[in-house]
């Protein structure tokens, strides 16, 4: 379904969406960050990107699993605690993070779902804004797979045609959306499509950093596992989470038992986000370390991405959002690192 | 002026004739205006360095992992490393040597003179340049940055700029080298503790609402654990597995860890770990800055520390990172150290 809608009316379907929570990107100091917004007139779309992608509302940094206690007469009790939420709604997702999600779609599902992530990915409807500009001088989706007004993931997509949106519904849940205010949509006429048509072919053009023949990455890693080259380049490496935690595809976590009281027992069993780049990650109980430095730490993050991802999914597990580079404290910068590996010992 | 010249030619005959196993200084970044760190091993690529005010990471973070990587090295490479080094950087250095964590034979240090201006903040820069991506940033010795974006050249007041540390700054040329790049030129310096005043005027319950907030924001990547000089613990407080553990240990020594802080982000264990750290630092923090710079989410981390540095010099008249001979605050007493806070 293709509509067209004034910008003058947009807070209108906001408040038409009440059902929803509703999330958008909300500016607190410099930072632009998803946010449960409370009235219809405080979403602004014109933020560039937000620090976390909105993986952190269907994958939350930190999940309840079940709680524990010893009851009365001493037995232990488990409940199981699954998400209930209402159905939530975020609005201005960038492609590049839509597209992060059908990823991790395929990590938390396949063979086995796990409930908790389907739980709110299900009930969660992704409305997308095109960037007609990048949103960040590192932006380099063209080069993965993405583009700047990629469907992927999305339930609907919006482009900012000026005084309008071009309103794109691609699933179910986004007709429901549209629905809930037809009114306020006008059909698109030919100058429409042509602008829109007009503002993608642009936005395309104005990505400026690219990793060369992407395509010839995944098999040069393969021979590089050995290479000094890791060493060189984890040379500034401090061994943060940034690139990780930013990153709209990575998914890996930890859980832990969490004791409120030990007698009478109480707690709660809880998934918490972790990264491959903390020297604990892969830490042994016997205290030997498999990935004992930050080369192979580095190797590990761009291999998953770019090797054994591709090798399992068919796909890069990066979508060119740039925000590892950008927030990276030490300038590490996978586009080099990438075009690096692509020249190695040539 | 510090001529860059002169630090190339420097670095290139200490790595020529193996007076340090490599260097650590800057380089130009690819993703933007301001430097990143370098590690030079080949004295042909020492044309790689650079020096001006982009330059604000503090290099002696990576005499960490130097250290850890000669202890993995069977036959290490005893040679120091060259490390180029500002006034503020030098005095991590110095407490790096108080603390015995490095040897003065360990690091051959390029010391570079701030001359009275400092480096910049990326942030506050970008925010005057509107959107305008900067090729090169110069010293006009007019007390103005010159930034060169798109071939126009854009003059901005240091004071605009400057990273909020060099506003307070207490050393512009280093108090410890082996070689001196530019002039010893002393800085006027603002008041020290300034930019706590604001905080610390407000009630008790406000300050606890202003520190929630900015604490409830932390997603405890730990960059600024990660960066900091002075975080070279093996083993962390925060870490979920000790450091300590070997084949040796026992399962019921493994089973009995304390965990004193959860992963989960909220606002008790992100405090404890703040306040920890905080802690930890006090009387050796040299407020480098780098902990806050690096805060994906603008937690104003630099204050903590700040303000403990304050209560050092004004409890026990303490400096921070100035004589590599005086014992460290938390290791050393005097008898006339004020008592009053024991009850």
């Not at chain 2, 006034?87 to 390029?110: H, M, P, T, W």
């Not at chain 2, 008790?268 to 480098?288: K, Q, T």
């Amino acid at each position: 379904m293709e509509k067209i809608l004034r910008k003058k009316s947009f807070p209108q379907w906001v408040k038409k969406l009440e059902s929803y929570r509703i999330y958008a990107p909300t500016k607190n100091g410099d930072l632009w960050n998803y946010e449960l917004i409370n009235h219809s007139e405080d979403i602004n779309l014109d933020y560039l990107n937000t620090v976390l992608s909105p993986k952190k509302i269907i994958f939350p940094q930190r999940e309840t699993f079940l709680e524990f206690s010893t009851s009365n007469n001493g037995n232990p009790e488990i409940k199981e605690v699954l998400p209930e939420e209402d159905p939530s709604l975020v609005f201005g997702v960038r492609p590049c993070d839509a597209k992060a999600l059908t990823l991790t779609d395929q990590v938390f599902g396949g063979d086995f779902d796990d409930l908790y992530y389907w739980r709110r990915r299900n009930q969660t409807v992704l409305v997308g804004l095109a960037c007609p500009t990048p949103p960040s001088p590192n932006c380099f989706c063209l080069s993965v797979n993405g583009s700047p007004h990629s469907k992927e993931g999305l339930d609907i997509l919006m482009s900012d045609l000026g005084d309008r949106y071009y309103v794109e519904s691609l699933t179910e849940k986004g007709n429901k959306l549209l629905n809930l205010a037809k009114k306020l949509f006008e059909e698109p006429k030919a100058k429409d499509k042509k602008d829109l048509e007009k503002i993608q072919l642009a936005s395309e053009k104005k990505i400026k950093r690219q990793i060369k023949e992407t395509k010839k990455i995944p098999p040069k890693l393969k021979e590089m596992f050995d290479s000094p080259f890791w060493d060189e380049e984890a040379m500034s490496c401090i061994r943060c989470g940034i690139c990780t935690y930013l990153c709209p595809t990575c998914h890996c976590f930890d859980i832990s038992d969490e004791v409120l009281s030990s007698s009478p027992l109480e707690g709660k069993r809880v998934r918490t986000w972790d990264t491959c780049q903390f020297p604990d990650f892969t830490m042994h109980s016997s205290g030997h370390n498999p990935r004992p430095d930050k080369a192979s730490r580095l190797r590990q993050r761009i291999l998953h991405k770019f090797q054994y991802f591709v090798e399992r999914y068919k796909n890069y597990q990066c979508t060119g959002c740039g925000r590892c580079i950008s927030k990276c404290p030490v300038g590490i910068d996978i586009i080099e690192v990438l075009n690096k590996v692509r020249g190695y010992g040539t | 002026m510090v001529n860059l010249e002169d630090l190339k030619k420097e670095a290139k005959m200490l790595l020529e004739e193996g007076k340090v196993k490599y260097i650590i200084g800057y380089e130009r970044s690819t993703n933007g205006l301001m430097s990143v760190p370098a590690f030079i091993k080949n004295p042909k690529n020492v044309e790689r360095l650079v020096w001006d005010p982009s330059c604000i990471y503090n290099l002696t973070r990576f005499l960490v992992d130097e250290k850890r990587r000669k202890a993995r090295e069977k036959k290490p490479d005893t040679r120091p490393v060259g490390i180029v080094v500002k006034g503020c950087d030098s005095r991590a250095v110095v407490v790096l040597l108080q603390e015995k964590f490095i040897n003065r034979e360990d690091v051959y240090i390029l010391g570079v003179s701030c001359e009275g201006t400092g480096v910049v903040d990326e942030k506050k820069l970008a925010e005057k340049l509107k959107g305008k991506r900067p090729d090169k940033i110069e010293f006009d010795e007019k007390d103005n940055f010159i930034i060169t974006s798109n071939n126009e050249k854009i003059k901005i007041p240091a004071q605009e700029i400057l990273a909020e540390r060099c506003l307070e700054c207490r050393a512009s040329f280093p108090v410890i080298y082996d070689e001196l790049l530019g002039e010893k030129v002393e800085r006027k310096s603002g008041e020290p503790f300034k930019s706590l005043e604001k905080i610390e005027s407000l009630a008790k319950e406000d300050r606890w609402a202003f520190w929630k907030e900015q604490l409830d924001r932390c997603i405890r990547c730990y960059a600024c654990r990660s960066v900091c000089p002075m975080c070279y613990c093996d083993e962390c407080v925060v870490d979920t597995i000790s450091f300590a553990v070997t084949a040796d240990t026992a399962a019921e020594e493994k089973a009995q860890k304390i965990k004193w802080v959860e992963k989960s982000p909220d606002s008790s264990e992100n405090f404890v770990y703040h306040l920890v750290r905080a802690i930890h630092l006090a009387g050796r923090c040299i407020d480098c800055g780098e902990c806050e710079r690096v805060c994906p989410l603008d937690i104003p981390i630099r204050f903590l520390n700040k303000k403990l540095e304050k209560e050092a010099k004004e409890l026990f008249d303490y400096d921070v990172g100035f004589d590599p001979e005086k014992p460290s605050l938390v290791s050393s007493f005097k008898d006339e150290d004020p008592e009053d806070f024991i009850r």
